[in-house]
């Protein structure tokens, strides 16, 4: 029932595909009617195929025959055809003579058979090797009859290419779905088959006889020993057959399979045993892997909720659980928060801190200065003293640019050089891409203070270098100098010193470092190199962030 049902569906689909099949041969026959009566009409046609002529006038009445086929050849311009007109007075004339030979048995047979007993009001079909190639062609023939004197005096034929003809038809067939144009002899003129063309299928014929004194659009048969559906259309035009073979495994035998039926049922017995064992398992069990679920909450760090599942009563406990969960989380939460602002503060104000001692010795400086008339100076510190005041303490960001950062930096020697002297000369290498980058305020401060006031206590003259790149993904800031250098207990000791020097600010090297790694992460932060006699060298590495 199945079979017959899918049958009957795809009958309906396939004879849409059939019927476009048959507009297609219509339209190329249409083109073969508008040829040929261009070339009835022609009484000049008519006159050069039944007089008597010299080879001279041979030669001529080619010419004006080349003329008058090129107006028919139009009419068929969107097919590849050939048109050949042979006159009872011998002279013939083909617009492609690659298509014919002039001394093709069947050509001569056809001729004289519609010469005698062709219907002048009808074009016939057929199929011959009849081109020089010996490749198979499909040909319209007719009679050419004077229409008032009815007079036969030639022949006119139209061939196309069977590879041609079949593009009618072969975007519809693919393995399994063949389509074959056969005559009423049972010849098969063209298919999408190479190796069935020009062979007779009578079986096919009685399939196509069937189906059209039948009700249905198709018959199942037997072909070359495979189950097959046959469909068939008649074209009237040509007096042939389109009929459609299609192999039934391939199109149905996947519809009703017994075998993989009883898998599929036993299948689906074996899931229903296995879901009813499951459930009274789950009814059983529930209780223990709730109290699983709880033990195994502390293992990840009390993240993972209990799932809510079993009977009525582990639901609500799971459900209680999971809300205890949730406000364990607020709290925790809150409390993670209320650290974090209670660090930015600290942070803040190490941020901020500025050693009194320097505001007053800056300002005595300044007087100094003002009271021994160097008013250039006093300006320049003044100057310096504002903008380091500004960008330090006036500026909240907790990041600035490497620009700004590098411009506190000078001001800050300005301000210290004037007081103490230019011994200690202060060189800057930035990379022109790293001024845009931003960095936490006052990281490299620090680092000058301590150079500057530890790193020259033996010798009296000396530079301090201060180097900004990038280095891959991350920014690399060096601060080195050429000064006494130091034996290091750690990478973030001090030297050992009795002098009491002014600082500007109060964070430490160990607190940058602290802050860095607070901001970016434990793979950033500061590292010191120092070897006696030679200098100290301090690197800091952070991210690059625009």
């Known amino acids: 029932m199945s079979e017959q049902f899918f049958i009957d569906k795809f009958s309906i689909t396939n004879a849409k595909v059939i019927t476009q099949v048959k507009e297609r041969f219509e339209s190329f026959h249409y083109s073969i009617v508008l040829s040929s009566n261009g070339l009835l009409q022609s009484g000049a046609l008519r006159s050069l195929l039944t007089e008597k002529q010299t ?98 005096y030639g022949v ?96 149905i035998g996947g519809l009703i399979d017994k075998k993989v039926l009883a898998y599929i049922l036993l ?27 709880i033990s195994d909450v502390s293992k990840h760090d009390f993240h993972q909720f209990v799932s809510v599942t079993g009977t009525y009563e582990t639901r609500r406990i799971g459900e209680a659980f999971n809300v205890m969960l949730e406000e364990l989380h607020e709290y925790v939460e809150k409390l993670l928060d209320y650290q ?81 002297g230019n011994r200690i000369k202060i060189n800057y290498f930035i990379a022109p891409d790293c001024l845009e980058i931003q960095i936490p305020k006052l990281i490299l ?16 003259k000396g530079n301090i270098n201060v180097l900004v790149q990038m280095e891959g993904k991350d920014l690399k800031c060096e601060v080195f100098d050429n000064g006494d250098g130091m034996e290091l207990l750690d990478k973030f000791s001090l030297p050992d010193t009795k002098r009491k020097q002014d600082r500007f600010s109060g964070i430490g090297i160990r607190n940058v470092h602290e802050r860095i790694q607070l901001i970016y992460g434990k793979r950033y932060g500061v590292e010191i190199v120092s070897q006696a006699g030679e200098g100290t060298k301090v690197q800091i590495i952070i991210p690059i962030i625009y």
């Not at 062609?137 to 009859?145: D, L, N, P, Q």
């Not at 290419?161 to 063209?190: A, C, H, P, Q, W």
């Not at 017995?269 to 699983?292: D, E, H």
């Open 340 to 420: 974090r602002q209670k660090q930015n503060a600290e942070l803040a104000a190490l941020q901020q801190q500025i050693n009194p001692h320097f505001l007053y010795n800056t300002l005595t400086s300044i007087k100094f200065m003002v009271q021994h008339g160097s008013n250039k100076e006093s300006e320049e510190i003044i100057n310096a003293f504002i903008s380091l005041l500004k960008n330090t303490v006036g500026n909240v960001n907790e990041t600035i640019t490497v620009k700004q950062e590098i411009d506190n930096l000078k001001d800050y020697v300005l301000i210290q050089q004037k007081r103490y």
């Open 55 to 152: 080879d001279l006038d041979k030669m001529k009445s080619y010419y004006k025959i080349k003329q008058i086929m090129k107006r028919a050849e139009s009419n068929a311009e969107a097919y590849n055809v050939g048109i050949m007109v042979t006159g009872i007075n011998g002279i013939s004339y083909a617009t492609d003579r690659s298509y014919w030979l002039e001394d093709n048995a069947w050509l001569q047979k056809e001729k004289k058979y519609l010469l005698r007993n062709g219907n002048s009001k009808k074009i016939s079909y057929d199929y011959d090797h009849a081109p020089a190639s010996n490749a198979p062609y499909v040909i319209a023939s007719k009679r050419m009859t004077g229409s008032i004197s009815g007079i036969n």
């Open 445 to 460: 401060q620090p680092f000058i203070e301590n150079a500057f006031f530890h790193g020259f206590n033996y010798k009296q």
């Open 267 to 293: 299948s689906i017995i074996i899931a229903a045993s296995f879901i009813l064992f499951v459930a009274s398992r789950q009814l059983t069990n529930a209780l223990s892997r709730l109290v699983k679920q």
């Open 156 to 251: 006119m034929h139209f061939a196309i290419k069977e590879n041609d003809f079949r593009e009618f038809y072969s975007t519809y067939t693919n393995k399994g779905n063949d389509i074959y144009i056969l005559n009423t002899s049972g010849v098969v003129v063209s298919s999408n088959r190479d190796d069935h063309i020009g062979k007779t299928q009578m079986d096919f014929l009685d399939y196509a006889t069937k189906i059209e004194h039948s009700s249905k659009s198709y018959v199942v048969g037997d072909s070359m020993g495979k189950e097959t559906i046959f469909f068939s259309e008649y074209l009237p035009a040509f007096d042939m057959y389109v009929i459609n073979v299609i192999d039934k495994d391939k199109a």
